[in-house]
């Protein structure tokens, strides 16, 4: 008999398989994808807050530099909920919500009779953003996320600005926030004093990133906790992805800090 119809009909013996076999082999990697896409898509939430907490960092650094260099007042300017919103015929409420918190850029601020004024963007910034799904949560006075309950300070999943530095007249371009024209409004920041060693203006900032998004005037944040992992063990958090960045009021050195130490640092 002919060797090469016999090596031929070898080969194809061995290249079919049956159905059983398919289906066992799509089951495994059912199986598998089932298994490894939780643990690849957290590892990807957590590459983006890293990411953003880096890129604020630096932010806040430039800002401070700004002040030292230039003897001027400088800001890390993070919109979230506008006031004195002018002209009045464009409403806060026409800006998307989910940008104002995902918005920051440095300026040039002035003070006056206790108030801070918008004066001129930093040369060569512009209005940058986190990834979509992460959001500036609080820029204020307190570690993480707390809101006053009770009288007193509690973490929670409903963010709250304390005691934030405000800014009066900084602009806003309609094109950039979905607005229908351009408008000045009043909003949180992080300022910096003009003096020959820069510090923060008011006690130690705190600014914390989070999975999370601001949605029609209300928080949507991704579970912080597992089954494996309860508020109990970790009543911090506040966000299944977060990080703070503590802005010491005396050196303005930077720590960025977990949930899970808040209370070492606080």
Not at 41 to 48: D, F, L
């Amino acid at each position: 008999m002919d060797n090469t119809y016999l090596y031929n009909q070898y080969q194809l013996r061995i290249q079919q398989f049956s159905l059983v076999e398919l289906l066992v082999v799509l089951v495994i990697m059912g199986v598998m994808l089932g298994m490894f896409l939780p643990v690849f898509n957290n590892m990807t939430s957590r590459n983006k807050l890293n990411s953003s907490i880096r890129i604020i960092g630096s932010r806040i650094n430039l800002a401070r530099q700004y002040a030292q260099s230039n003897r001027e007042f400088a800001a890390l300017i993070t919109p979230a909920e506008l006031t004195n919103v002018a002209p009045v015929t464009n409403p806060a409420l026409d800006l998307d919500d989910e940008k104002k918190y995902r918005a920051y850029r440095l300026a040039v601020v002035t003070l006056s009779a206790g108030t801070y004024t918008f004066s001129s963007w930093i040369e060569g910034t512009k209005w940058e953003y986190l990834p979509t799904g992460y959001s500036l949560m609080e820029v204020d006075d307190d570690m993480g996320v707390q809101k006053i309950v009770g009288g007193s300070l509690a973490y929670t999943t409903d963010p709250e600005d304390n005691n934030a530095s405000k800014v009066n007249g900084v602009p806003f371009d309609s094109p950039l926030f979905d607005a229908t024209t351009d408008f000045t409004a009043t909003c949180r920041a992080l300022i910096f004093a003009k003096s020959g060693k820069p510090r923060p203006v008011g006690d130690h900032r705190y600014v914390t990133i989070g999975e999370a998004t601001r949605l029609n005037g209300f928080w949507v944040v991704k579970n912080p906790f597992t089954d494996s992992d309860t508020a109990a063990d970790n009543p911090n958090r506040s966000a299944s992805n977060q990080l703070t960045i503590k802005v010491n009021a005396f050196t303005a050195g930077l720590k960025y800090i977990v949930p899970e130490k808040y209370t070492d640092y606080d």
